[in-house]
């Protein structure tokens, strides 16, 4: 496959920081990081995400993307792994410094002030963009979609040699869903060596039919009632050493108990969830406390807890009390 280089880009971003030694960077730089809400969040993240996002779709295995949807287990981070995701939020800015710096556009909100997003299945699928980018010396009056990651050295130098899909399949798989739910051609991956600034920087095609098999995909795991088929047979495989649910796949650990493990709870086409044996729609707050008669997706167990709720409290149609 053809790796289209964005070398003019490069070597712009690189002209500009030397002709003023980098002021223009630090000035806009200094806007940027004000508007970089992620890294800034003050309030503890919700330990489940609502949706599929179209940065994991691109993974191997559709179980461990299926069990993050219905929320198996939850995401507990030591402190170097919160650090470096607020790394990758403050990187950010520096990206759209650089861009700014260059004196091409950058968009990054809609009319009201909301980040771009892209958003299918009634909600159940979607994602946040970096930005819609104009001006860059390739495409100098066509709006292209830019997308920034972080890598560590070995990831960077595995970037180099083998491109955006022989390194990072995943993130192409990430582009090409935004170019077709924005309707764009061309997107800029741009990308910083954690270890060294080294930037790396390349054009990636919109190709519809691979978007469309993977928004398929999307729909697949939302809408499945069950555990989807492993990408590997054996734990010890390498795809699944630093998967979060090996416990559960492989050995019957216990999943949380919330409605998403539950199996009388069923996402809906229009975002909404319902639970089959309460006709009832349940909202998020809901979703995560479950019920006292929750019951195990086939295949799954649920861990032992005594602070389950009694469902018919919050709804005031009948006590259900204990399990049945
Ligand atoms: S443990 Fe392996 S097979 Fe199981 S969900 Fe994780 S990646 Fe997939
Ligand atoms: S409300 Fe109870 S029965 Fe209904 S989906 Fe949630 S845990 Fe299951």
């Known amino acids: 496959m053809t790796i289209h280089l964005a070398e003019k880009t490069l070597s712009e971003i690189e002209r500009k920081l030397r ?28 330990p489940f995400r609502s949706h599929l996002g179209a940065s994991i779709l691109g993974r191997d295995c559709t179980r461990e993307l299926w069990y993050n949807f219905r929320w198996v287990k939850k ?73 920034f990651k972080t890598h560590n050295d070995k990831n960077f130098q595995k970037l180099k040699k083998m491109g955006v899909a022989g390194a990072k399949p995943e993130h192409v798989v990430q582009m090409q869903q935004y170019m077709k739910y924005k309707k764009l051609r061309v997107c800029l991956y741009l990308a910083v060596n954690k270890n060294d600034d080294e930037l790396y920087a390349e054009f990636i095609y919109a190709e519809p039919e691979l978007a469309d098999q993977f928004t398929d995909r999307a729909g697949r795991i939302i809408f499945s009632e ?91 149609f009948g006590l259900l009390q204990g399990r049945e």
Not at 29 to 36: D, K, P, T
């Open 19 to 46: 002709a003023d030694q980098g002021a223009a960077f630090r000035r806009e730089l200094g806007i940027a990081v004000q508007q970089c809400d992620d890294a800034f969040r003050a309030e503890e993240e919700s």
């Open 75 to 147: 995401a507990r981070h030591i402190g170097r792994t919160l650090r470096l995701f607020n790394r990758g939020h403050l990187e950010e800015a520096r990206f759209v410094a650089l861009i700014r710096m260059c004196e091409w556009d950058i968009w990054q909100v809609d009319a009201k002030g909301k980040q771009f997003r892209i958003s299918d299945f009634g909600g159940h699928y979607g994602s946040a963009i970096d930005g819609v980018i104009r001006g860059v010396p390739e495409f100098p009056n066509e709006p292209i979609m830019g997308e």
């Open 226 to 316: 069950g555990p989807p088929p492993r990408a590997y047979e054996n734990s010890a495989s390498f795809g699944c050493k630093f998967c979060d649910f090996r416990e559960v796949c492989f050995k019957g650990a216990g999943t949380e108990v919330n409605c998403r493990t539950c199996k009388q709870s069923q996402p809906q086409a229009d975002g909404t969830w319902s639970c089959r044996r309460f006709n009832r729609v349940l909202d998020k707050d809901r979703q995560l406390a479950g019920c006292n008669v929750w019951e195990p997706i086939d295949g799954m167990v649920g861990v032992e807890t005594t602070e389950v709720p009694v469902f018919g409290d919050a709804f005031g």
